[in-house]
C-alpha cells in the first residue's frame, strides 16, 4: 500500500493557481509534521511548505504569500494551495509524512505529482 498519494497536478498558465492534496494511508498513526517538496529538472529537491500537528507552518522564501499549506487531521490529509504560479514553479511536488519512531522519526514519501506551468 502507497503511504501517501498525491493528486491535483497538472499543467496551468502562468499566474494561474492550482490545488494539491496528498492523503497518508489510514495505517501512518499519530503524524507529526507534514510538508511539501519539490524537485524541477536537473536541480535538488527543496523544501516548499511544512505544517505541524498543532497548525504551524513555514515555507520556502520563493513560495511566500503565494502557496498556503493548510491539513485535515481528521483526514490525514496535507493541501497546498498554489496561487500566482510561475514558470520557475515547475516540479514534481512529493508529500511527505513525519511520525515519531522508537528511537529516530519515521518519514514517509508519495510518489509526487508533476506541475507545469507555462508562460
Known amino acids: 500500500q502507497v503511504p501517501l498519494v498525491e493528486s491535483g497536478g497538472g499543467l496551468v498558465q502562468a499566474g494561474g493557481s492550482l490545488r494539491l492534496s496528498c492523503a497518508a494511508s489510514?495505517?501512518?498513526?499519530?503524524?507529526?509534521?507534514m510538508g511539501w517538496h519539490r524537485q524541477a529538472p536537473g536541480k535538488q529537491r527543496e523544501l516548499v511548505a511544512v505544517?505541524?500537528?498543532?497548525?504551524?507552518?513555514d515555507y520556502a522564501d520563493s513560495v511566500k504569500g503565494r502557496f498556503t499549506i493548510s491539513r485535515d487531521n481528521t483526514k490525514n490529509t496535507v493541501y497546498l494551495q498554489m496561487n500566482s504560479l510561475k514558470p520557475d514553479d515547475t516540479a514534481v511536488y512529493s508529500c511527505?509524512?513525519?511520525?515519531?519512531?522508537?528511537?529516530?522519526?519515521?518519514?514517509?514519501w508519495g510518489q509526487g505529482t508533476q506541475v507545469t506551468v507555462s508562460s
Open positions: 511527505n509524512a513525519v511520525t515519531v519512531g522508537k528511537l529516530f522519526p519515521n518519514v514517509y
Open positions: 489510514a495505517s501512518i498513526l499519530s503524524i507529526t509534521t
Open positions: 505544517i505541524t500537528s498543532g497548525g504551524n507552518t
